[in-house]
């Protein structure tokens, strides 16, 4: 599949033959085409709320399939920086996930503006506490479950997986004698050490979500960075990064950490894609076909009962 989007990309910038002693025509750019929610059949669209801080709820929305059986579960961690709230910009993508056999659920986490970090982390990983003590509603098998995000969204996934098993970061969140380890983790389009890409100039979305400087609290910027986590026993970690988006710092650099142990990673760029390229097509097929991929290996088929 990896080959085909290559050679698909390369196909697509390839310039056009030359006719009739014509120049050849400047390749066409891809186009954007959105993509808006769509619950699909044989799924239902469960919100709930998994917890209340004052005025600002934590919510979960699950496509739970129709049929019974139990299912490898996939969470997605929105992006917008941290401080915009783009659940339904991801809800085709998952969508399309959960009509690949899988239950597929997205966490409405704090925004920046609501609570500073660690309060999204703690969050996420109260999501994934609530799968587990849901899971017969959910239909989900609790032993196989991943996630999934991008952008800001992929910073948390990639932190919530690196610190799999690490209580310190669990937070006060409903459903404490639950864990939030997941088996597998797809990062899109992410950095993934925060210090070195704040150092000389930190982000105002940063400042923000972290409430400083990376100059006035370096040793918060390195926590809050997976590669800072990485160690044995981690979940593999697949990279989905655009080729018109900027570079990912600290990609690389976890990579050859995680290979060090022995642990699978990957990293997959898609011809012509910009930022964020999972919101539209013909992207967001592309990515939905290497996320599938990856989590049947790591998560398996469903168990599907007649």
């Known amino acids: 599949m990896v080959v085909a989007l290559a050679a698909m990309g390369a196909a697509s910038l390839a310039p056009a033959a030359e006719t009739q002693g014509q120049p050849a025509k400047p390749p066409e750019k891809p186009k954007w085409a959105k993509v808006v929610p769509k619950t699909p059949e044989g799924f239902k669209l469960v919100t709930d709320t998994i917890a209340t801080y004052g005025t600002n709820r934590v ?11 139990s299912y490898p579960c996939i969470l997605d961690i929105h992006g917008g920086g941290w401080q915009a709230r783009q659940v339904e910009s991801d809800k085709p993508m998952m969508e399309r996930l959960a009509e ?24 996420c990983k109260a999501a994934v506490r609530h799968l587990r003590a849901n899971a017969r509603r959910y ?11 991008g952008s800001a969204g992929g910073h948390l996934s990639g932190l919530l997986a690196m610190t799999s098993g690490k209580r310190e970061f ?4 409903p459903n ?11 990062v899109m389009a992410a950095t993934q050490d925060l210090e070195a890409a704040n150092r000389e100039k930190t982000s ?9 400087s990376c100059t006035e609290k370096p ?9 800072a986590h990485v160690r044995a ?3 593999p970690v697949l990279f989905i990064e655009g080729e018109k988006d900027s570079a990912k710092i600290g990609r690389p650099e976890m990579q050859e950490k995680l290979r060090s142990l022995g642990i699978e990673t990957a990293v997959h760029t898609l011809p012509g894609a910009p930022h964020p390229f999972w919101m539209s097509q013909p992207w967001l097929d592309q990515t939905v076909d290497l996320a599938a991929e990856f989590f049947k290996r790591h998560l398996g088929e469903p168990a599907i009962r007649p």
């Open 219 to 227: 040793g918060v910027y390195r926590e809050a960075s997976p590669i």
């Open 139 to 149: 239909k989900i098998d609790p032993k196989r479950i991943g996630v999934m995000g």
């Open 170 to 173: 669990e937070g006060p969140g």
């Open 204 to 212: 105002t979305n940063a400042v923000v979500f972290f409430g400083a």
């Open 100 to 123: 690949r056999g899988f239950v597929t659920a997205l966490v409405a986490y704090r925004l920046s503006s609501m609570a500073p970090y660690p309060a999204a982390l703690h969050d």
């Open 233 to 235: 026993g981690v979940p």
């Open 176 to 186: 404490p004698t639950y864990p939030s380890d997941v088996r597998a983790c797809i």
């Open 59 to 69: 919510e979960i929305s699950v496509y739970v399939p129709q049929r019974d059986g």
